[in-house]
Nanobody, 124 residues
Framework: HVQLVESGGGSVQSGGSLRLSCSASGYSGSTYCMGWFRQAPGKEREGMAAIAIDGSTFYADSVKGRFTISKDNAKNTLFLQMHSLRPDDSAMYYC???????????????????WGPGTQVTVS
């Protein structure tokens, strides 16, 4: 049974930091592109960051320089380190598994087929 479970969300003041984790089970996360998305109320789900099996990364312009995606293949865990958080970063954050080992130059939401339930991040 393939499953992703996010953790690490919470409430933080503007300028603060959070580290999100995504624990994967039922498959090896090292063989797929993995990504982080977020969705605020009334808005579409948007991609924040992605990491391919070769370690290459993609970041949305809005988080570049503030967020860092990484993974621990031994623990089958994906991370998103977030710094300099702003109120407009408030959203439900989701991790997702891609269909392929590569994420592509600009990962599309359509290439991700397994999703976690999400973890809420609130910045005030």
């Amino acid at each position: 049974h393939v499953q992703l479970v996010e953790s690490g969300g919470g409430s933080v003041q503007s300028g603060g930091s959070l580290r999100l984790s995504c624990s994967a089970s039922g498959y090896s996360g090292s063989t797929y592109c993995m990504g982080w998305f977020r969705q605020a109320p009334g808005k579409e789900r948007e991609g924040m960051a992605a990491i391919a099996i070769d370690g290459s990364t993609f970041y949305a312009d809005s988080v570049k320089g503030r967020f860092t995606i990484s993974k621990d293949n031994a623990k089958n865990t994906l991370f998103l380190q977030m710094h300099s958080l702003r109120p407009d970063d408030s959203a439900m954050y989701y991790c997702a598994r891609g269909l392929y080992s590569s994420c592509g130059a600009t990962p599309s939401i359509s290439i991700f087929d397994v999703w976690g339930p999400g973890t809420q991040v609130t910045v005030s």
